[in-house]
């Protein structure tokens, strides 16, 4: 035996001493085999998985903004409302008053301000009278003092166009003020919490009642640090809403992913919200959600099964079969997929042929 060909039985020896050490299973009575396979390109998706819950996607709590005995409440649990309807009252006799008050004093001002209007509206017509019959019974004299008493009447009504403004604007101080004794709707949706009664006193801005949207819906999820690594805004993924015993699959996008981590059964995790892409599922705010993010995607992609990457000193081999001994080669790896395949990015080419694992 050549000195040549005894060095070159010892590297084989090694090679496919590193690849089958590689693949040693736990059990002593089951070991891998290897067959040669050939490297095919396909299409590969990489995916992270997490859990979550629905949420409302806007909730508000409401009160009063000012404090007061409640008069009223016109909702309940589970009640749909509509913006802009008034959900409860407090006890405001004194404001209502003011408010009639600066009404009736604003339509006085207004009466008084049509009176004078029409007083000027007739100086006009006399003057108009006067210089038609300058010849006759009317004179120069009677012109300039008929000029005079428009002038007068005209600043008569200018102030009281004041007076009328100030009044409205005392009107509008009141409404605002009848306003703050109202609980009104900012949205429509669904009353999701009742905390008071009528007779109850309340504080200024105390939440009475908790309004949250009833046809649009978020999901929160939380992933790990790795996991979180790959998400990004404008994920696609698809949820599967766990609702009364049944599941739905719906489709949805990443909105956000919180900067800060959270503590999520003593594990760091960051939030993750997504949004509906779709309508008309049956949930409600509360129910859990398996989610599947699509992180990565490739088409016309070499691939690989993982079980085949031998992971060394920080890289990534792969055992090549060809013509003479097997050759382990560095690759660079890309998507790793659910179902255990790896995109090979550098490496390889379509057509060769590595030693795959297989099971005896």
Known sequence: MSRKYFVALIIALIVIGV???SYVWSSTSQRPA????IVQKGNIVETVRISG???????????????????????????????????????????????AQAKAQT???????????QKVKADKYTLDKIERNRTGTYTHQDTEAQKKQIDADSALVS???????????????????????????????????KNNEVGDVVASAAPVLA????????????????????????????????????????ASQVVSIDPAS?????????????????????????????????T?????????????????????????????????REIKTGIHSADGKVEIVSGLSAGDKILSVTNN
């Open 107 to 117: 339509a006085q001002a207004q009466a008084v301000l049509e009176e004078y209007q």
């Open 159 to 193: 102030a009281q166009q004041a007076a009328v403004e100030a009044a409205q604007q005392n009107v509008t101080y009141n409404q605002i003020q009848v306003e703050k004794g109202d609980i009104i709707a900012p949205f429509s949706g669904i009353i999701s919490a």
């Open 19 to 21: 690849v089958v050490g």
């Open 53 to 99: 819950s629905v949420q409302p996607e806007v909730t508000a709590g409401l009160g009063f903004e000012k404090a007061g005995r409640i008069t009223e409440i016109d909702a309940a649990v589970g009640d749909s409302v509509k913006a802009g309807q008034i959900l409860a009252k407090i006890d405001d006799i004194d404001t209502q008053a003011q408010y």
């Open 34 to 37: 290897f067959s040669p396979v």
């Open 262 to 294: 959270v503590m999520q059964n003593g594990v760091p995790s960051y939030k993750v919200t997504l949004k509906f892409s779709g309508g008309g599922a049956a949930v409600k705010a509360g129910d859990s959600v398996d989610v599947t993010v699509t």
């Open 296 to 328: 990565a995607q490739a088409n016309d992609a070499l691939i690989v099964p993982k079980q085949d990457v031998i992971e060394k000193n920080g890289k990534d081999y792969i055992t090549v079969s060809g013509i003479g001994l097997p050759e382990l």
């Open 211 to 250: 309004l949250i949207t009833g046809d649009s819906y978020k999901v929160e999820a939380y992933a790990s640090e790795v996991d979180a690594g790959k998400i990004k805004p404008g994920d696609a993924a698809d949820l599967s809403l766990k609702s009364d015993g049944n599941s739905q699959a719906v």
